[in-house]
């Protein structure tokens, strides 16, 4: 009766209650187990090497122990572009990013912070904040983005490129903390000038002038050619300058020269004043120069009104006659008329 009664005593001795928090569910258990592992294999409970146990699985198990148990999560981050694999024993996505430290706040991330992690983990996309500077428009423009390009960092830093921009950094590269990005603005613009064509001058023989005579019978023109330059600016400097087009606007006209091919007369003298002093008389009235024109309309070495110099015999202008042929023509009009055609310089006929 004594040995049943001490067998009973220490049946009870064995046998004790414990609380076991497994992820957060607690539940009393009856158990004999000597150890904490003991208790949790009894219970089918076999926790991993990144489970967490508390106490650990080798402590002795008391009458009244508390056991928690977190089982670990893996959590499988694509952290800007670089995988890596973590374990945790966080109930929620947020609570495991707070155990991994401050990078990871205001990061992005694929899927909700909020999102429970159950035990077979996450895979999450995480672009952590970086502070990237654009050197642009003479100034500095920084921001702090979890933007996974750069063309996407531009948009949030409010720039806007042009087609032509460059810059340090492709637009489809993922931007990195820290980064300075110079953005060089290029634009191509148009430009038009003209310049002259010079005309060109051509001589044209004809018996309708003397030799030695020459009249323009058609004035030259310039004309004008259109250039077309593609102008290239970097950051408002130009810093090229091609053509692109040559267009003739208008033609020039050439100019068109008569040169007189017919030999002149020979003209002689008239006995009835070949003794008279005309050398004096032509550097009286004309200083001697056969091409002379007065304002008042006279020409000549004698200064011939047009009127009389056709009263004897002359055609065209007397200025374009030959220095024999005005003087055979004066000493006609002395005869007929007398030295007082030459009211002035008439009496130096006879010195």
């Keep these: 009766m004594l040995a049943v009664l001490a067998s009973a005593t220490g049946y009870v001795l064995l046998d004790k209650t414990v609380q076991v928090s497994v992820d957060g569910s607690a539940r009393q258990v009856h158990t004999f187990a000597a150890t904490v592992g003991e208790m949790l294999a009894a219970q089918g409970i076999r926790p991993g ?22 089982f670990g999560r893996p959590l ?28 990871f706040e ?24 970086k502070s990237v500077t654009f050197v642009v428009d003479g100034g500095r423009v ?21 087609p032509e921009d460059t810059m340090t950094a492709q637009l489809a590269d993922t931007p990195y903390d820290g980064e300075v990005v110079k953005v060089t603005r290029m634009s191509t613009r148009s430009s038009t000038v003209t310049e002259p064509i ?79 002093n005309w050398p004096a008389l032509a550097a009286c009235e004309s200083g001697g120069n056969p091409r002379a024109v007065s304002p008042a309309g ?12 056709a009263a004897v015999g002359g055609s065209g202008l007397p200025s374009n006659a030959s220095p024999s042929e005005q003087t055979y023509r004066a000493q006609l009009l002395f005869v007929r008329s007398g030295a007082g055609q030459w009211p002035i310089c008439g009496s130096l006929l006879y010195s």
């Excluded at 920084?142 to 042009?162: D, F, K, N, Q, W």
């Design 49 to 70: 090497p990144h489970d967490l146990v508390s106490p650990s699985t080798a402590s002795p198990l008391r009458d009244g122990e508390r056991v928690v148990v977190r």
């Design 76 to 103: 499988r981050l694509l952290v800007d572009g670089q995988q890596r694999l973590v374990w945790t024993t966080a109930a929620t996505l947020a609570q495991g990013l707070d155990q991994l430290g401050p990078r």
């Design 106 to 129: 205001g990061a992005y991330l694929s899927i909700s912070r909020s999102m429970p992690l159950g035990r077979s983990g996450l895979s999450v996309t995480v672009r952590t904040a």
């Design 142 to 162: 920084t921001v702090t983005t979890t933007a996974p390009t750069v063309m996407e960092a531009i948009a949030a830093a409010g720039l806007r490129l042009g």
């Design 198 to 276: 010079p005309f060109t001058t051509v001589r044209q023989s004809t018996d309708q002038l003397f030799i030695g005579q020459t009249r323009v019978s058609q004035l030259g023109s310039n004309g004008v050619r259109r250039l077309t330059f593609a102008d290239t600016y970097t950051d408002g400097r130009r810093t090229g300058h091609v053509q692109i087009s040559s267009v003739v606007a208008r033609q020039p006209v050439r100019q068109i020269v008569l040169v007189g091919a017919r030999a002149r007369p020979v003209y002689g003298t008239v006995a009835a004043a070949a003794g008279l």
């Design 298 to 309: 006279y020409y000549g070495l004698y200064q011939f009104s047009l009127r009389t110099w």
